[in-house]
């Protein structure tokens, strides 16, 4: 019997959806979004990457003004607990996405007798 590919994607969204590390990333990206001056930072946190991942995507320098706003975000973000805790759930959901990549891939590593080694 053939297995539908997305049912079982499906079904792995909703497991993720569960787990109690995506449940406290969303407690505190909510609570992040609670407070103003966090949700600020945030924001401008988040543009400050995009810019600069834009950037290298194009081939363009980053520049040293772009290098300065990004180090002063940076700063600002790593003094508000709120969105420090948002970034530390936030590693542990990456942890688990790359894991599940890693689960994902072995079919494709199998094939081409890759080595993780």
Request: proline fraction near 2%.
């Amino acid at each position: 019997m053939a297995v539908n590919i997305y049912d079982l994607a499906h079904d792995l969204d909703k497991g993720i959806r569960e787990t109690p590390e995506f449940l406290s990333l969303q407690d505190a990206y909510r609570e992040v979004n609670e407070n103003a001056d966090a949700k600020a930072k945030f924001e401008r946190f988040r543009d400050v990457q995009v810019t600069i991942q834009e950037k290298q995507m194009t081939g363009q320098e980053i520049d040293d003004e772009t290098v300065n706003v990004a180090q002063e975000v940076a700063q600002e973000v790593q003094e508000n607990e709120l969105i420090v805790k948002l970034m530390e759930k936030e590693q542990a959901m990456s942890t688990i996405i790359n894991d599940l990549n890693r689960i994902i891939m072995t079919p494709l590593q199998d094939l081409y007798n890759v080595s993780n080694d």
